[in-house]
């Protein structure tokens, strides 16, 4: 029998704290050994020269196949998704299961587990979204549900249906404490764009364009704010997540000033994209509504400055895919009445990684290794993955990304791999390219071929992440 499954062979490792030479020698799906030379005594070996070898990607920030209002399909299902996301050198994925209003959290992961079984070419795992924090919900089913690996889930400040009110806030803040979940928050001031949509809406201005018009720097700020605040009431650590511009930075700035643990994520949308794209001819600019939307190149420089400087731990996708050339995607019959009913998000899975690399590493913005925390290592250890997920180091999960740092690429719809028909970062030249990705020491895209199963990834439950640890201040 051989040593090893697999060796990978002369290229470059990064991690999120070292550089370093070094063949990667794979057995039973983990890293069994790394060193100059392991020899060729393996099953298989692949050839890494001039190549990076980094952790595969985990995208903690995805929605796919979620219930987004009568009549509207999201473009993704699970494996559509995740070969987008292998595709794009992602390992694991995080996808959010949404409790609709009445709805059990039992009977929501239920559902949500029945189309995810058999139909994953990366790992996954569930954040959930609490939209109806009932007693029974809060006291009974997220405690167990805490206990049983679903360590994190997500709130929203906006959104009919979804927001929850201030005190609704504070109660699951307060599960949270209790049971040691990581809280991931939507900063939007619902009632604010409410009132600025129905101003717009009377003005006749309808087109997608005023969807930014709609929810301006002040209403992700104000709520960026209260979240903080409410937070710091329960003494609780809270993930501001898809940040997009300078001001809401500055409240988390603050809120690290007092000592208060406020983790922090941007996205790709709020550093390549602007307002601007939102306003296309007819309906096109409906491929860019997304929440919060793309903002300005001020608020472009901020991020890139937030990322540089350490005030954003993770960098996801906030993919959210809806087909535009579909009434049941962008192009709903009541979307083209007013920007209010064009679903948000965009897609992204397939691209996060590449438009960071390009444009942070290839550019010289940050090192290669700032560039695995972003994209991976702090998505472990964020969500209790760590350190079998998020790293390249014996024992690990052998999770990795075979990156040709030199290849160049204009990005374009054809290149993609996923269920939606358009990509928001179409034309965009990058430098930099996963070519194979590995997931538990198997192949799921090789040289660009996609040559794994749906049914290779697995399901994650996940420890509760020391970053949600509380400060016991009150
Ligand atoms: O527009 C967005 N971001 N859609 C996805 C849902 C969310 O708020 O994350
Ligand atoms: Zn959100
Ligand atoms: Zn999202």
Known sequence: MAAFDLIIKGGTVATAADTFNS??????????????????????????????ILPGGIDSH???????????????????????????????????????????LRQALKHYHALAEGQCYVDVSFHMIISDPTSTVLGQELPALVDDGY?????????????????????VFACARETGAMVLVHAENCD???????????????????????????????????????????DVPITIVHVSNGEAIDQIRWARGRGLKVYAETCPQYLVLTEKDLDGLNMEGAKYVCSPPPRDEESQDACWAGLE??????????????????????????????????PNGIPGVETRLQVLFS????????????????????????????PRKGTIAIGSDADIAIWDPEHEETISQGLMHGGADYTPYEGLKVKGWP???????????????????????EYLPRERSPYAATQGRS
């Open 359 to 386: 444009e942070g590493v290839a550019k010289g913005r940050i090192d290669i290794n700032k560039f695995v925390a972003l994209t991976s290592t702090n998505h472990a250890k964020m969500y209790g993955l760590y």
């Open 62 to 104: 995805v929605h796919i196949a979620q219930p987004s209002g009568p009549g509207i399909v999201m473009a993704d299902d699970f494996a559509s998704a995740t070969r987008s996301a292998a595709f794009g050198g992602n390992t694991t994925v995080m996808p959010f299961c949404l409790q609709e209003k009445g709805q059990g």
């Open 435 to 457: 070519v194979t990705t590995i997931v538990r020491g198997k192949a799921v895209v090789r040289d660009g071929e996609l040559v794994g199963e749906a049914d290779a990834g």
């Open 192 to 234: 604010a764009i409410r009132f600025l949509t129905e101003q717009l809406e009377a003005a006749g201005r309808t087109a997608p364009k005023y969807h930014a018009t709609s929810r301006p720097i002040a209403v992700e700020r104000e709520a960026t704010h209260r979240a903080i605040s409410l937070a710091e009431l329960v």
């Open 151 to 171: 360590t994190s889930f997500k709130v929203f400040m906006t959104y009919e249906g979804l927001a929850l009110a201030d005190k609704e806030m504070l109660e």
């Open 23 to 52: 063949d990667v020698g794979i057995r039973d799906g983990r890293i069994a050994a790394l060193a100059q030379d392991l020899g060729s005594d393996a099953a298989e070996i692949i050839n890494a020269n001039g190549k990076l």
């Open 309 to 342: 400087t350490g005030v954003f731990d993770i960098f996801s996708s906030d993919h959210c895919p809806f087909r535009y050339d579909d009434p049941a995607g962008k192009l709903t019959d009541k979307g083209r009445t007013s920007f209010r009913w064009v």
